[in-house]
Every structure is written in structure tokens, then in C-alpha cells.
Nanobody, 122 residues
Framework: QEQLVESGGGLVQAGGSLRLSCAAS????????IGWFRQAPGKEREFVAR????????YYADSVKGRFTISRDKGKNMVYLQLNSLTPEDTAVYYC???????????????WGQGTQVTVSS
């Protein structure tokens, strides 16, 4: 069974950093674009970043550009999201998702993880 599992969330003070991991199992997800999304309490899920299967093309939401970095280790079937300069506004459940499309719409992500909580205190 194809599965994505996020880890690395936690509680951090404003200005701190975290590294989130997305582990793929059940298949390699080779050829898939991996995206990170987040959902804060009372808000809709929003796109954060994505990386294509080659690990070359990346794209970020304006709200995280310059602070977050997405990367991919194809050999380990892992995708990472480095979160720097965190603010309380970054508090959310973070999800990774996989899509067979190179530049997918949110609806085109076929596989989703269960999420990992990131809480940033002021």
C-alpha cells in the first residue's frame, strides 16, 4: 500500500528552525512531484512548496519563500522541508502529498500523509 508519512514536527520558538521529513513507502514515487501543504486551525489548507521527481525544479508559496527549503533524496525515497526563521503564523499541521503530474493542482495530488504538527511560540 502506497503511503506517505511525515515526521519532524514539534514546538519551537519564533526564529527557530525545524526539518520536516516525508517518507514514502509501498512504492518509490519515482516520477512523482512531492508537495508540502499546511493547515492552521480555522483556516483552509494552503500550498507551501513542491519539488519535481528529478529534485531540480522547486516552487514556493510567497509566504515561505526565502525561509523554507524543499529537497529530495531519491535514493532514500525521502523529501525534506527545512523551516527557518519560523513565526507563530507558521503554526499548522504540515502534510506532504504526491502527484504524478509535473506541475499539479492541489486536486491532482493522489497520495497524502497524515500530517505533522508544527507549533511556533512567540
Amino acid at each position: 500500500q502506497e503511503q506517505l508519512v511525515e515526521s519532524g514536527g514539534g514546538l519551537v520558538q519564533a526564529g527557530g528552525s525545524l526539518r520536516l521529513s516525508c517518507a514514502a513507502s509501498g512504492r518509490t514515487f519515482g516520477g512523482y512531484t512531492i508537495g508540502w501543504f499546511r493547515q492552521a486551525p480555522g483556516k483552509e489548507r494552503e500550498f507551501v512548496a513542491r519539488i519535481n521527481w528529478r529534485g531540480i525544479n522547486t516552487y514556493y508559496a510567497d509566504s515561505v519563500k526565502g525561509r523554507f527549503t524543499i529537497s529530495r533524496d531519491k535514493g532514500k525515497n525521502m523529501v525534506y522541508l527545512q523551516l527557518n526563521s519560523l513565526t507563530p503564523e507558521d503554526t499548522a499541521v504540515y502534510y506532504c502529498a504526491a502527484s504524478p503530474r509535473e506541475i499539479p493542482r492541489t486536486s491532482e495530488y493522489a497520495y497524502w500523509g497524515q500530517g505533522t504538527q508544527v507549533t511556533v511560540s512567540s
